[in-house]
């Protein structure tokens, strides 16, 4: 299946900081999600980027497809950002479903 | 309404019980998903169906069951668990398999004793 590297594997800002995820995959997609888990165990979704960037307040996304890797933006970081970032991938090899990757563990900090 | 429901929130269960995990949406999507999630680890997929046909089965014991009744509802049967089964099950739908936005439920914490 379509491997999938998210970087760093954790991450403590100070609140108003600025950060970037990063999601490297193995193999071409037309299915690229990003999530955000909160402590509840609620997948949350925050973008559907299989190629280009998107941006949805202090979030944005962009997804190089060429070079198989995507991007999370978070701007002015607030403390209920904080939680587990997981970016998901699908092709048709997969039949489309999502594969994860390990995620991005984020705290911030008052 | 952009939503994927799941019953219960939480279950308590033993390992000769036999209990069944229930999710609805009413976004009109033609697929839904069963995954799993051990703690900190990312959701595994367990089970595909794709216009009510299942079309992924991959390695999941058969101690775990899935059933979709129509195109809105889908459960997953649990029978003979082991301690090990304890985790998040997570539903999710999309339009259609091959493309589009996966939406997900709060989930089932399921614990086996």
């Known amino acids: 299946g379509i491997q999938v590297e998210q970087s760093p594997p954790d991450l403590i800002l100070q609140e108003g900081a600025n950060s970037t995820l990063r999601c490297n995959f193995s193999?071409?997609?037309?299915?690229l999600q990003w999530f955000h888990q909160n402590p509840w165990g609620q997948l949350i979704n925050l973008f559907y980027?299989?190629?280009g960037t998107k941006q949805n307040g202090r979030l944005s996304a962009t997804t190089v497809a060429t070079e198989r890797y995507s991007l999370l933006y978070i701007s002015s970081s607030q403390t209920t950002d904080s939680g587990v970032y997981f970016c998901?991938?699908?092709?048709?090899?997969?039949?489309?479903?999502?594969?994860f990757g390990k995620g991005t563990s984020l705290l911030v900090t008052p | 309404d952009t939503e994927v429901t799941q019953t219960p929130k939480h279950l308590v269960m033993g390992m000769t019980n036999k209990k069944s995990l229930k999710c609805e949406q009413h976004?009109?999507?033609?697929?839904m998903y069963w995954y799993k999630q051990k703690a900190k680890k990312p959701p595994e997929l367990m089970f595909v169906?794709?216009?009510?046909?299942?079309?992924i089965n991959e390695s999941v014991p058969s101690r775990f069951s899935p059933e979709c009744p129509n195109s809105s509802l889908l459960n997953l049967h649990l029978h003979a668990l082991q301690p090990e089964d304890s985790a998040l099950y997570l539903c999710?739908?999309?339009?259609?398999?091959?493309?589009?936005?996966?939406?997900f439920g709060p989930g089932t914490r399921l614990t086996v004793l």
């Open positions: 999710a739908s999309s339009q259609d398999a091959s493309s589009g936005s996966k939406f």
């Open positions: 193999d071409s997609v037309n299915n």
């Open positions: 980027i299989p190629s």
């Open positions: 998901a991938v699908g092709n048709s090899n997969s039949g489309y479903a999502l594969n």
């Open positions: 976004m009109g999507h033609r697929a």
């Open positions: 169906y794709s216009y009510e046909k299942l079309s």
